[in-house]
């Protein structure tokens, strides 16, 4: 019967309930009548039915029984803190910073607001997420948080204990601070409190084990920017930015702070590189040649190669997707503008992996 039960994953952390301690008894009478209890994280748990059903369905295919029946109920307080403690693995900690972590992290930044930034990471997402990826989205725009809004997510994340599951939409998990505030409320917030605040996203909620993890900052090189390079070191940038000529300027504050931080830039983003007409003519209403200039002024900031990922041009559908909580990527896979942020997409995740920090499966064998 365990065997069974093995396949019933949490649809929330993701991982067999057996391994996490919820099935709680487990009783087949002489009639063939199977009878499970199953505890679930919290009273109100929004995956209560799901998790009975899929339960009762595992436990069907257990050959010689009559019936099914499963009945659950919420953890104690001390089973929620063990659970807590299984999934942090004992001690709290940036996952993502641990030796054995091979989760990609880019920082999706520009050196202004107004460039489809926080667009360009939603698509992004959802279009590695659509690869077959396990994909984690970090809404570091604290004062301008859009990250719930562009998936179309409403609720808050379940917490268990002292951890945080994130809502998933289009197989993407998002964790922002809008999910938090009510609506068209200002978050005032300086600093050090916006440093905290992406300290406990980054280590209070079970990402799991993600493949990217995907951070939207706010314009500039402010405080976020910097605590993200001093909270997850390992993230590399990805600037985005408009054809615009002034666009190389704004790349050097950029690229000054990448240089004093250290953090590797993964490439450049050119959006709203053009406008395609009905006619089937582009109309560059941005001007051209925006991405080569800011590559261009990175790579000589860093010292070091900066790539143009690609051209997204001027869609409306892009926006239309962002405000209606389905990226373009998602709603219309096939279109000229989502191939070219799924090539984007592919470019950053197939890109070469350094081994620096990282565990190999080594072994020592005598001869």
Do not use: Y
């Not at 951890?163 to 939409?169: C, D, K, V, Y």
């Amino acid at each position: 019967m365990r065997a069974a039960l093995d396949g019933v994953m949490d649809p929330e952390i993701h991982r067999p309930i057996t391994e996490l301690g919820m099935v709680d008894a487990v009783e087949v009478d002489a009639g063939g009548i199977a009878r499970v209890h199953v505890l679930v994280t919290i009273e109100g748990c929004p995956m209560r039915d799901r998790i009975e059903r899929e339960t009762a369905e595992a436990a069907a295919t257990v050959p010689g029984l009559s019936r099914v029946e499963v009945t659950s109920s919420a953890m104690s307080e001390q089973q929620r803190q063990e659970l807590t403690t299984r999934l942090r693995q004992g001690r709290r900690q940036i996952p993502f910073n641990q030796p054995g972590s091979l989760t990609r992290i880019f920082a999706v930044s520009s050196g202004k607001g107004g460039v489809g930034k926080s667009t360009v990471t939603a698509n992004l997402a959802a279009a590695m997420a659509a690869d077959g990826l396990r994909v984690g989205v970090i809404d570091a725009d604290i004062h301008g948080f859009s990250m719930p809004g562009m998936f179309g997510i409403t609720e808050q994340p379940t917490k268990v204990g002292d951890l945080l599951m994130p809502p998933t939409a289009h197989g993407v998990a998002v964790m922002s601070i809008g999910m938090f505030v009510p609506e068209a409320q200002a978050v005032v917030w300086r600093g050090p409190k916006m440093h905290r605040a992406i300290e406990q996203f980054a280590s209070d909620v079970f990402w799991g084990d993600l493949d990217v993890l995907l951070l939207d900052l706010p314009p500039g090189t402010g405080d976020v920017a910097i605590s993200v390079a001093q909270l997850l070191p390992q993230a590399q940038m990805v600037v985005v930015t408009t054809p615009q000529v002034s666009a190389a300027a704004v790349a050097e504050r950029v690229g000054s702070l990448a240089s004093s931080t250290k953090q590797q830039i993964a490439g450049v983003v050119e959006n709203m590189a053009g406008l395609t007409l009905p006619d089937g003519t582009v109309m560059d209403v941005f001007g051209t040649g925006g991405g080569d200039r800011v590559a261009q002024t990175l790579g000589k900031a860093v010292g070091a190669d900066v790539p143009v990922l690609g051209r997204v041009g001027l869609d409306p559908a892009l926006r239309e997707g962002a405000d209606g909580g389905v990226p373009l990527v998602v709603s219309a896979p096939g279109s000229p503008t989502a191939q070219a942020l799924r090539q984007v997409a592919r470019a950053l995740t197939r890109a070469p992996r350094g081994l620096a920090g990282k565990k190999l499966p080594l072994s020592v064998s005598s001869r």
